[in-house]
């Protein structure tokens, strides 16, 4: 007589098929949403480390490698970006005082690789470690937390000619093509930037004083760009049009908003000062350096000596000096950020590097070498048809842009980005 095995029996075995079918369905679901809890909040603490990373770099470029301030900006970035709407268990985590999110800020003076333990930089890492996370349903399989962490490294990196810069003052330098340091040019070298040259002659071109055009032409456009406006931009182009006319006083009125000083349509309030503005170097002039060809260039002078790259500290309040003040924040201005009413680095300008080597009369156009940065050594001083304006060349300074095809390490105006931290898969 066959065995058979009772209907209790079957329901049994059924219930627990079942109970195992919802144990692995519920592991799965549970894996699934806390592995998504998990990429959620570790995407956030990277958004965290990224906007803290950057704001570290830019305020390290700003103050000339001061790494207390830049620290202190990556900290307040992050709690920030913490204290957003919608990162409640990384805020709990990171104010909670009891040690589980830590974050750590290291400077390098190289990249790659990244030698933590430079002491200005420029290169910036920031690490967030520790960051738990309690599981929400996967306990089931013996799996009770996550832990995520997240690293960012940020920098500048330099825009050469092809790249989009914006930040750009209205006038042009010339530059030798080949030639010697930059152009031609050599560090903490003085040089004038703007002429005005009685009778029309210059090395642009009769009636072209080293002014450019950047959007509409016009004084107004050249006042407004002069103070800091940057409503326009040289967009990975090769050639500079140039802005015909001496116009004396929109480029004095403009750019002399930079130590401070407002006359016709500017004001702070748009056009706030630079931090520093006293320390102003005595009075210097320009020369022409062949009486019967103006068309050869300047030199600047003080009284009867001309400034060169040796001696240039000892006659003048240089770029050397600025940067000290900045690090001792000796400021003349309390920076805005600090509820002052001034602004970092508005002394040093970004402007485009010409071959003037054929010359152009009015408006036209000028082959584009590259970018180049200066510190203005004084305001304009305004007389008659005279608005020289004297910069010294220095090695960077930041702008607003974005990188062209073949990018360069060298001199000139930068960009602050994210690179890829070769030693972390975080990045």
Not at 144 to 172: D, H, I
Not at 264 to 269: D, E, F
Request: hydrophobic fraction near 40%; charge should be negative; include cysteine.
């Amino acid at each position: 007589m066959p065995l058979h095995e009772s209907p209790h029996a079957q329901r049994g075995v059924v219930a627990v098929l079942i109970a195992i079918a919802m144990s692995a369905l519920i592991l799965t679901a549970g894996l699934a949403l806390d592995m998504g809890h998990a990429f959620l909040n570790k995407t956030r603490l990277q958004n965290a480390v990224d906007a803290a990373a950057l704001a570290a770099a830019k305020t390290l470029t700003a103050t000339e490698g001061n790494i207390i301030a830049a620290e202190a900006e990556a900290f307040d970035a992050f709690t920030r970006n913490a204290e957003t709407a919608g990162n409640r268990e990384l805020e709990i985590s990171y104010g909670s005082g009891d040690g589980d999110l830590d974050v750590a800020v290291e400077f390098s003076a190289t990249l790659p690789p990244f030698a933590a333990g430079a002491p200005n930089g420029p290169y910036v890492r920031v690490r967030a470690t520790g960051f738990v996370m309690p599981a929400w349903l996967v306990s089931v399989g013996g799996i009770f937390e996550k832990t995520v962490s997240a690293t960012a490294v940020a920098g500048p990196r330099t825009l050469n000619a092809g790249s989009t810069v914006c930040n750009l003052a209205p006038m042009m330098v010339c530059g030798s093509p080949g030639g010697p340091g930059m152009w031609g040019y050599e560090n903490n070298e003085a040089v004038v930037l703007k002429n005005a040259t009685p009778g029309g002659q210059s090395t642009v071109g009769p009636g072209n004083f080293q002014l450019i055009r950047l959007g509409a032409p016009g004084g107004s456009v050249v006042l407004q760009n002069m103070a800091g406006s940057y409503s326009a931009c040289l967009a990975g182009g090769t050639t500079i049009e140039t802005q015909p006319g001496g116009l004396v006083g929109p480029v004095a009125q403009g750019l002399n908003t930079r130590f401070g000083r407002y006359q016709g349509p500017v004001n702070a309030t748009e056009y706030p000062p630079d931090v520093i503005v006293e320390g102003q170097s005595p009075e210097v002039t320009a020369r022409p350096r062949d009486e019967r060809d103006l068309t050869q260039g300047y030199d600047v002078y003080q009284g009867g000596d001309r400034i060169t790259p040796e001696n240039i500290r000892d006659r003048l309040f240089d770029y050397r000096d600025y940067e000290e003040q900045l690090n001792n924040e000796d400021y003349d201005y309390p920076p805005i950020t600090d509820g002052g009413t001034g602004a970092f680095g508005r002394r040093v300008l970004a402007v485009p590097v010409g071959d003037c080597s054929g010359t152009v009369g009015g408006a036209g156009s000028v082959p584009l070498l590259g970018f180049a940065c200066f510190f203005l050594l004084q305001p304009v001083q305004m007389g008659g048809t005279v608005s020289n304006v004297f910069g010294q060349f220095v090695d960077d300074c930041s702008v607003n842009g974005t990188p062209g095809p073949n990018p360069v390490t060298s001199f000139g105006p930068q960009i602050i980005q994210l690179y890829d931290d070769p030693a972390s898969n975080d990045s």
